[in-house]
C-alpha cells in the first residue's frame, strides 16, 4: 500500500442550495455536484474575473466531483466520505444477508473504508461492520446521518411579458447541519481554480443564485489516503468522457467493470443567451470501475469539449462553452 497525498478544498454553504437533475424538476434536488458542472462555474468566473481563459478550457488541474463531508464544528475531525465502488463483491455474512436493505442503502464510504474498498476488501463480512451502517453512510466515526437536510419551498414562476398569470411551483432545497458540506479534490497546478473560487463562493453554485442560493466559504488542506501499489482496476472519482472510442472499448474489456451515466447540459448563463439550451452529452459518473493498469492516481479524459449550439447568426454566441471530461482514476483491486 502507498499513501497519496491530495489537494482538498471543503465549501461550507452559507446559504441553502438547489442541484438540479437531468429531468431539470425543481420539487428534487441533488445532494453532490459532478465535477464537470464546478469545472464550468470556475472557468466562467475567470472569464467575468478577465483572466485569460486557455483555449481549451483547461484550468491546468483535474478535480472530482463535490463529496460530502461531516463535521460538527470548527474544532472537530473532518469526516470525509468518498462514493461507494459500483462494483462490489455480494456479502456473505448471515448478519449483512439479514440487514441487506440497510447494507444496499449504503451509497458512501469514510476515507479508511474506502481504503479497505481499494485495496478489494469485503466491507460488509463481519457484524462489525453492519453495525457500522448509519443510513447512507458506512463509518465507525460518530456523525448524524441526516446532516444534508431536503426542505421544499414555495415559489412564484412570473411572466417576463407580463401578460401571463404567475404560476406558483416548489423548489426543493438541501442545506448542511453543524460544520458539514460538500468537498473536492484537485490533482496538479491549482493557481488558476484558486483563482476562480475566491469569486465563486460569491457568485454561486446551483440553481436561483440571484436570489442568494448556493454561496459558500471554503478552505484549503492537504490529506492522503491509502491506495494499492497497482491494480488492473481504476475507480472514477470525477464525470467521465473517454478521449476516444478506442480508449473507452479497452477500458471496458472486462465483465468486472461496472459503471453509470449521466446526461450533461443545462441552460447556458451568458446574456443575452439565457433562454438557450447547451448541446448534450453523456458523461460516466463518479464511482464506476473500469479495466485501467494503473499505478498511483491517473487523469483521464477529454478536456475540451465545447457545448456551444447552433444558432442564428444575428443571435451569435462567440464563445465556447466548455466541459470537462477529465477524472481522477485511484487504482482498485477487485476481490
Known sequence: MAKLEFNIYKLHFTSPLHLGDARED????LRTIASDSIYAALISCLAKMGE????NGDLGCTISSLFPFYQKDKKTDTVLFFPKPMKQTLPTSEKAKEERKKVKKVAWLD???FSRALRGEHLFDDDVAIDNIQGEYLT???IDKDFIVSQVFPRVMVSRNGCEDAVPFYMDRIMFKDYSGLYFIAEGDTTLLEKALSLLQYEGIGTDRNVGNGYFEYESFSDNIEIPDNADFAIS???FVPDSNEQLQEMLSSDEVAYDFQRRGGWIT???HNTLRKNVIYAFTAGSVFKIQSEGVQC???VDIDLKPEISWDNKLVHPIWRCGRSLFLPIKLG
Open 26 to 29: 425543481y420539487g428534487i434536488s
Open 52 to 55: 485569460v481563459v486557455p483555449d
Open 111 to 113: 476515507a479508511q473504508t
Open 140 to 142: 465507525d466515526k460518530k
Open 237 to 239: 472519482l470525477s464525470s
Open 270 to 272: 451568458t446574456p443575452p
Open 300 to 302: 483521464r479524459g477529454k
